[in-house]
């Protein structure tokens, strides 16, 4: 089962930055949190992951709180194409792998 | 990160017939797969992990003998659905690797 909870929907205008929040308060101490989006009918795209220190990489940042109970993707500068459905992950580590339950995510909508 | 390619990425079938769906990683070899479907506007729902050389481990509720997994060399990967049905219409995505390179889908639609 997932173990985060995301907002459904949320809007952003173009130009500006997109704070998408998630929580996940159930998070055990070796779990990362992945981030990944979804443009209608794709697959997934990976965005970012971390564990408790915030990264930062070409698409976006991605903000930990100290207890870990909650993050924020950070996309600086959104674009009509970074319209999508963005999914909040808590990475699992099992004995089969390494696998990934989806939420329900937020769908993002950039507006011109 | 890994290339991973799905065939077909669209695929219409008669009720009562199979569908084989492949999914090959293109540079990076993988012990392991992971199969998902997704509904219209649901989200992505983890069906099956696929092993290379030894049985899939399937999630609660997936029937295994529905769909069929098999992992046969370290680059491909395939899911059969057997005896679809219109309720199986979906879109059924793979991914590979550590950090979950995902395909880009096959839409199936089952009439």
């Known amino acids: 089962d997932a173990k985060t909870t995301q907002p459904p929907s949320m809007d952003c205008a173009e130009g500006r930055a997109a704070n998408l929040p998630c929580n996940h308060s159930t998070i055990s101490g070796n779990e990362y949190v992945y981030w990944y989006r979804q443009i209608h009918s794709q697959g997934p795209q990976y965005i970012i992951h971390g564990l408790k220190n915030n990264e930062t990489n070409e698409m976006a940042s991605l903000i930990i709180t100290e207890d870990r109970k909650s993050s924020t993707l950070i996309l600086p500068h959104a674009t009509l194409r970074d319209t999508a459905v963005y999914y909040c992950i808590v990475r699992v580590a099992g004995s089969a792998g390494n696998q990934f339950y989806f939420g329900t995510g937020t769908s993002l909508t950039v507006i011109p | 990160g890994a290339v991973v390619s799905q065939h077909p990425s669209r695929v219409i079938c008669k009720s009562g017939t199979s569908v084989k769906i492949e999914c090959r990683s293109l540079?990076?070899?993988?012990?392991?797969m992971f199969w998902y479907r997704q509904f219209p506007k649901k989200s992505l729902m983890l069906m099956a992990t696929?092993?290379?050389?030894?049985?899939?481990?399937?999630e609660q509720g997936v029937e295994k003998d529905k769909f069929l997994i098999n992992h046969a060399s370290l680059t491909l990967s395939t899911l059969t659905v057997t005896s679809a049905h219109p309720e199986d219409s979906s879109f059924y995505i793979c991914s590979v690797g550590t950090e979950a390179f995902f395909g880009q889908g096959t839409r199936l639609t089952v009439v």
């Open positions: 696929s092993n290379e050389g030894s049985k899939a481990t399937y």
């Open positions: 540079d990076f070899q993988a012990t392991t």
